[in-house]
């Protein structure tokens, strides 16, 4: 098996969703006595949380890079990196080390392409939701997105910050994320895309009025696939 390296810590709980998932998918497939080979840097997400200037972003990509280069320099032989809105400095970090690096996007895509979604919505902070860098990924597939609606925008992004990231599932939460869902099926999506790590702790992903594409688990099943080679 192959060793993968997780850019972790954005939140830890986030980390844990990762490091459960892929071990039970390379136990599912090496025997119950297996598990994962598998690095994690856990990042201090104080340091990395609500960023807007291009200064932000720009030491965000620096932090992640050394991060991505200490994981390679410790053996790691593909990256990932365990939070959907720091995929905004992907490139940066992907062009700091010469082994691959999944992009969660990608991932997403490519399950909704062979299931042939063609309609979905796709849910999760506030620059995962507007800008270009997550949603793009998924258009460029022939895939639709539907218009975000900012203030499903503000609500999921308060959700996400002031509850998820710290561990709080509360009631009102889920009866949020149920009622947009089924809205945006009014609205004629096919599919429900999680584009926040966190919002698997507040949605049945099993068991919905549409198919949900919960990011965690499908670049956690891309970890898998690369571990077993």
Known sequence: MRKIGLIGGLSWYSTRTYYEHINRGVQARAGMGSSAPMLIESLDFAQLSRLSSADDW?????????????LEQAGASAILIGANSMHKVFDTVASA????????????????????????????????????????????????????????????????????????????????????????????????????????????VDANVLPIYDCTRIHADAAVDWIMG
């Open 58 to 70: 720009a030491r965000a990509g620096d932090v992640l890079s050394e991060s991505a280069q200490r």
């Open 97 to 204: 080390v010469s082994v691959p690096m999944l992009h969660i996007a990608e991932c997403v895509a490519e399950r909704m392409v062979a299931d042939e979604v063609k309609r979905a919505a796709l849910l999760g902070t506030r620059n995962v939701m507007l800008e270009s860098f997550y949603r793009q990924k998924l258009v460029s597939r022939d895939i639709e997105l539907l218009p975000p609606n900012m203030q499903r925008v503000e609500t999921l992004d308060q959700i996400i910050y002031e509850e998820l990231l710290a561990g709080k599932v509360s009631r009102q939460a889920e009866r949020e994320l149920k009622t947009i869902i089924t809205v945006l099926e009014q609205e004629g999506a096919e599919a429900i895309v999680l584009g926040c790590t966190e919002l698997e702790m507040i949605v049945d």
